[in-house]
């Protein structure tokens, strides 16, 4: 268990509509990342906060939002949904303790299908 | 643009043998490279890292090697056991911390026993 949870674990939703993920990170953690898995893809970098603020930015549809909250949880948002948004979504937390400073700790991601 | 690369989609090895995988990247401006593994219905969980510093990490069974002239690292187990078997991601990152990480598409290790 990496101390990062993600809900909800599976989404199923249809062309055109809008869905949240939601992602907590493990106790402490500031930094908060978002990636997309599509299948037999890597893992593809969508947006980092950090501490509530947007950090860095990857290839992330305008059509997708994201925010971290003062309480340090995140929410991915995707709207106008396109089967081809089917994906696992992982969100990743880092930034702790000094000894973790360099690892991304994942959750156990959210499985989105567009019908 | 990939510029992380992952060539190998699978690898089969006997258990007790060695496993080699490999990844080669584009951008010399990654100083920091990391290698996850993925269960399936897991999130991927860290293995092992290595600073462009060095060119060797090791850790138990698992070691990493980064050739920067080459840019291309690899990670060797020794000895493969059958709760090896997983997919395997390298990943780079132009700075160390609270920045994003590159993937690449992962290989797929299978440890007969």
């Known amino acids: 268990d990496s101390g990062v949870t993600q809900t909800p674990k599976h989404l199923i939703t249809a062309t055109g509509q809008r869905v949240t993920l939601r992602c907590s990170p493990r106790?402490?953690?500031?930094?908060v990342y978002w990636y997309q898995q599509s299948l037999d893809q890597g893992l593809q970098f969508l947006i980092q906060?950090?501490?509530?603020?947007?950090?860095a930015k990857g290839n992330i549809l305008e059509r997708f939002s994201a925010q971290q909250f003062p309480d340090l949880h995140s929410e991915l948002n995707l709207s106008s949904l396109e089967l081809g948004d089917s994906a696992l979504y992982f969100c990743?937390?880092?930034?702790?303790?000094?000894?973790?400073?360099?690892?991304?700790?994942f959750g156990p991601g959210t499985r989105l299908t567009v019908l | 643009d990939q510029q992380v690369k992952q060539n190998s989609p699978s690898l089969s090895v006997q258990e007790g043998r060695i496993s080699i995988l490999n990844c080669d990247y584009t951008?010399?401006?990654?100083?920091?490279f990391l290698w996850y593994k993925k269960y399936p219905a897991e999130g991927p969980t860290f293995l092992i890292s290595?600073?462009?510093?060095?060119d060797k990490n090791e850790d138990g069974r698992f070691t990493v090697f980064l050739n920067k002239s080459a840019k291309h690292l690899s990670l060797h187990i020794v000895p493969s056991q059958p709760g090896d078997s997983a997919v395997y991601f390298c990943?780079?990152?132009?700075?160390?911390?609270?920045?994003?990480?590159?993937f690449g598409t992962g290989t797929r290790l299978k440890v007969l026993a």
């Open positions: 906060y950090y501490n509530g603020e947007e950090r």
């Open positions: 990743a937390s880092s930034g702790g303790t000094p000894s973790s400073y360099n690892e991304q700790f």
């Open positions: 290595i600073s462009s510093i060095k």
């Open positions: 106790s402490g953690d500031l930094s």
């Open positions: 990943a780079a990152t132009p700075r160390a911390g609270t920045y994003k990480y590159i």
């Open positions: 951008n010399s401006m990654f100083d920091y």
